[in-house]
């Protein structure tokens, strides 16, 4: 209520939320009895000394209260919550489960001796929220590698015990980041000795969290399977059950890379064969949807004998006649493509007996096609090399690179390649008209021209999502501009070099992708050209500073102002400012960019006409000019966050525009969000998405927004008090 209440006495209205929360703390600890509040006192230094409970008191209040003193560093805690797991583990002082939940997650923070055997111990009886701090605080002593070396493998096994599959959170954020973590830190040998005899359970369908928990351990194989890892014994009959469930992709990776690695039988891929047919039979969309996908992939294996290949067509046959209807059309182009058949003319509509007729063409094509024609023609392509980094941008900070590589290949074949998610990450450069190309079927690539791109199918529908540790999971999150793109080059060839260098090279680091972007800056081609300067204002490369400045002198145009502006030099804002006007009458990229990279650096002139187009009254609004609005309020927010716009915005007329900026559904899920951030008051903005119902979820929402307008004439009669800009620290 200290933080949240929309009806603030005198004293609070002027105390930022922090300070609120302090206040009623320090004022309701001396009586309370609640061990959270307790724990909470410990972390808010400013509400001072915590309490001792006396020893009659509630175990929990005794517990909490150590919690606390730990949290100020006294080291006498440290002591005493040693004592109470060592006589818990040795059976001399048992403590009940629920104190157990309580305890783990600080314990394994703080790392208290013994902590680790406490959670090995109870790792089944953990809460969900008990488990979501719990991998947070192991995920953090895992960067120890002294505590790796101690407890990894002991971890993990305790994670993998059967007791705890079923019971243990696995869709949880904290889970997954811990567990992908512990890929890298715990050495692959061990990774071997500890799924020794439990791949079976892990992936086992029938015991709750498994939809969590399979991706997780398929990643873990694919992960070993990629550094040439062999999976122990019977791994193939638990991974190949799976190909005609929803894990088929990450099941089909993981086999295929296995077989790089040491070579598969034809049994097993028989079996693999046989598992896609039943996939195919599945009507679920879900299943549908993967399986489709794997069976593709599957086609295009080039690697399978031909007693492997001739089942995989004869399956196709029979799924024509047998299999699910949503399958049938897939199964006729992959026949086609594979095998080449007579063409059939166009119909509107198919007869019932249509795909029957079908599945007894192709089996009766096959029975006489000698086995050099089970394969498709594969034309002679022209040899070229593919740059690729994979970078983490953020607009307010650094660009990270994660991956770089380079790969010479021939256009028109396919460079199989699983991720360490198990993910197909494999590679097929197609040649388009002119100089241009496409990467495995989708992104559009240029000779020679620098590209940046969502390469990675995952990529394309994730957000980067904040969310505070202590919070957790289910708290109310920010979405960040943080964004995951991958950096494309591609130079042709001459035969000589492309097959004296073909396959993968892993030498090449980010320095040399870099210095071929600063090298496409000086291009005579302006596609090339402009395309660089893009890149470089994106990546915020001020190792091109010196050169946009030579451009810009040569020849001023709104995309290097723009760059130069990123990088920090102001010589073109005066270019990027005379644009904004256009937005109000036509939309372009060019003049957007410039918006929002001028709020960004929290310019008054944006800012400012940005405020006066959330303040045009209903009547007079343009869709044109509205549809800005939502990128343009992000910027905003992210300026404020930084807390580089205290005294570049207005705060009173902010606030204003944004709560008359709940009056149209368009805004409202930007307006109201924002508001809470900035004022600390919350009127249930959140809790309308429980509503399953479009309509009276929208109800809903409209009558938060006339609480907010409520809210903002009571905050006007108060004139003398004014509210401040301070993002809230509770997100």
């Not at 929208?698 to 907010?708: F, G, H, M, R, S």
């Amino acid at each position: 209520m200290a933080l949240l209440s929309d009806d603030l006495d005198e004293a609070s209205v002027s105390l930022t939320p922090e300070e609120r929360i302090a206040r009623a703390v320090k004022a309701t600890l001396p009586e309370s009895d609640d061990p959270l509040l307790v724990q909470l006192a410990g972390v808010w230094e400013q509400v001072g000394p915590i309490p001792i409970p006396s020893p009659t008191s509630d175990p929990r209040l005794r517990d909490a209260a150590m919690v606390a003193r730990l949290c100020r560093q006294d080291p006498q805690a440290k002591v005493e919550l040693a004592q109470l797991i060592s006589h818990h583990l040795d059976g001399t002082d048992v403590i009940s489960t629920e104190r157990v939940d309580a305890l783990i997650a600080p314990l394994i923070e703080a790392g208290i001796e013994g902590s680790i055997g406490l959670f090995v111990q109870h790792r089944g009886d953990l809460s969900p929220w008990g488990q979501h701090l719990s991998w947070l605080a192991l995920q953090n002593q895992i960067e120890n590698q002294q505590f790796v070396r101690n407890h990894g493998r002991e971890l993990v096994e305790a994670i993998l015990s059967p007791e705890a599959l079923p019971v243990h959170r696995w869709s949880d954020s904290r889970m997954a980041s811990l567990w992908t973590s512990l890929h890298r830190a715990l050495p692959t040998d061990q990774w071997v000795e500890v799924l020794n005899g439990r791949i079976a359970d892990a992936l086992a369908q029938d015991i709750a969290q498994s939809s969590g928990r399979i991706p997780l351990v398929l990643g873990t194989l694919a992960y070993l399977s990629n550094r040439s890892v062999s999976l122990p014994g019977g791994w193939h009959t638990a991974v190949t059950r799976l190909l005609a469930t929803q894990h088929a992709e990450i099941a089909l990776g993981i086999i295929s890379a296995q077989h790089s690695h040491v070579g598969l039988s034809d049994e097993i891929w028989l079996e693999v064969v046989e598992q896609i047919g039943v996939g195919l039979s599945s009507t679920d969309n879900t299943i549908s949807f993967r399986v489709r996908i794997s069976v593709t992939r599957l086609a295009g294996f080039d690697f399978l004998t031909t007693t492997v290949r001739r089942a995989l067509l004869e399956m196709l046959g029979a799924t024509l006649s047998d299999g699910a209807p949503n399958h049938r059309s897939t199964a006729e182009q992959l026949l086609s493509k594979g095998i080449g058949g007579e063409p059939q003319p166009r119909q509107r509509t198919k007869s019932n007996d249509y795909f029957e007729k079908r599945a007894a063409y192709w089996q009766e094509r096959l029975k006489g096609l000698p086995d050099e024609e089970l394969y498709p023609v594969k034309e002679d392509g022209e040899w070229v090399r593919l740059s690729m980094a994979d970078v983490r941008i953020d607009p307010q900070g650094e660009t990270l690179p994660l991956r770089v590589q380079s790969l010479v290949l021939k256009t028109g074949h396919r460079e199989f390649q699983t991720g360490d998610a198990g993910a197909d990450e494999s590679i097929e450069i197609s040649v388009g008209t002119g100089n241009t190309y496409r990467i495995s079927g989708s992104i559009l690539l240029f000779q020679d021209r620098p590209v940046l791109a969502r390469l990675r199918p995952k990529w394309r529908r994730w957000a980067h999502r904040y969310n505070s540790s202590r919070l957790g999971a289910e708290s109310a999150e920010i979405r960040s501009n943080i964004s995951y793109q991958t950096l494309v080059l591609l130079n042709p060839l001459d035969d000589e070099t492309g097959q004296a260098q073909e396959g993968w090279n892993q030498s090449m680091t980010w320095d040399d992708l870099e210095k071929s972007i600063l090298d496409s800056l000086d291009s005579k081609v302006r596609t090339t050209r402009l395309a660089a300067i893009e890149i470089v204002s994106t990546l915020k490369l001020t190792s091109a500073l010196d050169q946009l400045i030579s451009i810009w002198e040569k020849s001023p145009d709104d995309v290097t102002a723009r760059a130069l502006l990123v990088l920090g030099d102001l010589r073109g804002k005066y270019m990027l400012i005379s644009v904004l006007k256009t937005l109000e009458t036509r939309v372009t990229r060019d003049a957007q960019k410039a918006l929002e990279q001028l709020i960004l650096i929290g310019d008054p002139t944006a800012v400012n006409q940005v405020l006066s187009w959330l303040e045009v009254p209903l009547a007079q609004r343009n869709r044109v000019l509205e549809n800005q609005l939502p990128m343009a309020l992000r910027a905003l927010e992210t300026l404020i966050s930084n807390e580089r716009g205290q005294d570049v915005i207005p705060r009173d007329r902010l606030l204003q525009a944004l709560v008359q900026r709940t009056d149209t559904r368009n805004l409202r899920s930007y307006a109201i969000p924002m508001l809470r951030r900035l004022t600390g008051v919350d009127l249930g903005w959140w809790n309308t998405f429980s509503l399953t119902d479009t309509q009276e979820r929208n109800t809903a929402q409209q009558e938060i927004a006339d609480l907010w307008k409520d809210w903002w004439a009571r905050r006007t009669a108060k004139t003398e008090n004014k509210v401040k800009l301070t993002p809230s620290r509770d997100r």
